[in-house]
């Protein structure tokens, strides 16, 4: 059962293609696995609270020190919520004889810098909003043309975070336009959160990481289950621009706790949220919540799993045929893997995987905590929960058993090892032949761009293979593309993940195309994940290899 919709732009698809698109996003696309980066990220996923998700416009500088006595009295700031971020409507109408932005008046009569100097007392940091625009989206003055002007207002005042969203622009490029105050932050020399909020139009993940620290991927979210599922969908195969590129894909704040979903239903939200590495920024009434939304936002646990690295966000890696039914994995960085078993179905699933399958294979017996009942348990691999409607299971799993062997020294073709996990878009995943899409052994040999192959690895996406290395192989090679079998039909995306870690990646691969050679480095891998993903513009055709793909042991 399928419910994904990859809705792609005509700009974007053409990025996709090859063709079109700004410069700045077809230079990020050049580069394939390796994305241009402002810095190496040193900090978490920001966490905290903001305003516009419950109060929208009917806010005030009572507000804002109440919210943040509250994050303080209630515990979350102890938890990492640390940014208490003013949305849109603290503005005045207009700016002052000088130009510069000033507060409403009526809403903030203290103004900006007093609110700043509270927040800073309770341990906390004061975000503020505008936009890369002649107009905020309330009709309130926009920050286009005055970069320079309002980022050193905005230090002078002690702003630690600023959302910069897409209202009035204009029809100017967004790169241009969030460049200019990326640099104007830069150049104030305090230290100032820039979160871009594009809203996903221009693809930003392909260029915002050059900008800014975090990047909305879509519209905003409402307080339903129907819109949390479709921001879901749009994160899948945004996994590689996300961490080690620079910053972090951000799919909006958090609606936990303000009453368009039930309880359930938000620890699944707020269970994804933390897998795919987004910041976590409650936007519910922290005044007045209710004990469930107090325990939902402070599991430790979860809390954990959205901060700490381990080399990749969150990610789909499998459904379950005619089940409602998704497994989302993340690595840890003690080696662990975190899952979400999501049921998107009315009635409760009984759900099967394996350790193998989250790229955790290799072991002889497996340590499960259940991270909402705290529950601990062992398998033997075997992975089996009965998940609610609307829900979510959350496991951390751990290897605890003694490990297979690891392949023996020299150079072996992946289609001759044993895999420890394979699934497959149509019909099984091919040793030394293209996918068939039906049964074993029917595909037909390997070719791509005219170039034929003798071995590797012919699939169809959305597929997976899982090698169990055991830390014994340094190096895997393969060229990469689409099989001459559907001309120039098919679009994919491969990725090779080492323990769930994202270690490279090719851009899109397209029918006709020649094959890219991946050379990937395994030293220190337990488990190899060779996946191939559609281009998020569904599958047809979409048949993939990895031609003479090998592993290099000893």
Known sequence: MNRHLYLVPLACAALLAGSGGSSSAATAAETGGQPPSRQAVADPPPMGWNSWNKFACGIDENLIKETADAIVDEGLAQLGYEYVNIDDCWMAPER???????????RFPGGIAALADYVHAKGLKLGIYESAGTHTCEGLPGSLGHEVQDAQMFAAWGVDYLKYDNCGNQGLPAFERYQAMGDALA?????????????????????????????????????????????????????????????????????VGNGGMTGTEYRAHFSLW???????????????????????LSNADVIEVNQDWGGSQGRRVAGF????????????????????????????????????AIGLGGSSSYALKDLWTKQTSSSDGEISAEVPAHGVVMYRISRSGSLASAPSPGTHQVSDLAWMAESNGWGPAERDTSNGEADPGDGNPISIAGTGYDKGVGAHADSAVHVFLGKACTRFTADVGVDDEVGEQGSVRFQVYGDGRLLDWSYVKQGGQQADPLDVSTSGVTALELRVTNARDGDDYDHADWADAKIQCG
């Open 187 to 255: 150049a104030t020399g305090r230290k100032i959160i820039y979160s871009i909020c594009e809203w996903g139009e221009n693809e930003p993940w392909l260029w915002a990481n050059q900008l800014g620290d975090l990047w909305r991927t879509t519209w905003d979210i409402g307080d339903s289950w129907e819109s949390m599922l479709w921001i879901l969908d749009q994160q899948v195969g945004l996994e590689p621009f996300s961490g080690s590129s620079g910053g972090w894909n951000d799919p909006d704040m958090l609606e």
């Open 96 to 106: 002052d004889a000088d130009g510069n932005l000033q507060a409403d008046p009526v």
């Open 274 to 296: 933390a897998l795919l590495s987004a910041p976590l920024m409650m936007g519910h009434d922290v005044r007045a919540m209710d004990a469930d939304t107090k325990a939902i």
């Open 321 to 356: 045929g005619d089940q409602p039914v998704e497994l989302w994995v993340k690595p840890m960085s003690d080696g662990s893997m975190a899952a979400v078993l999501l049921n998107w179905g009315a009635s409760p699933e009984t759900v099967t995987t394996s350790a193998a």
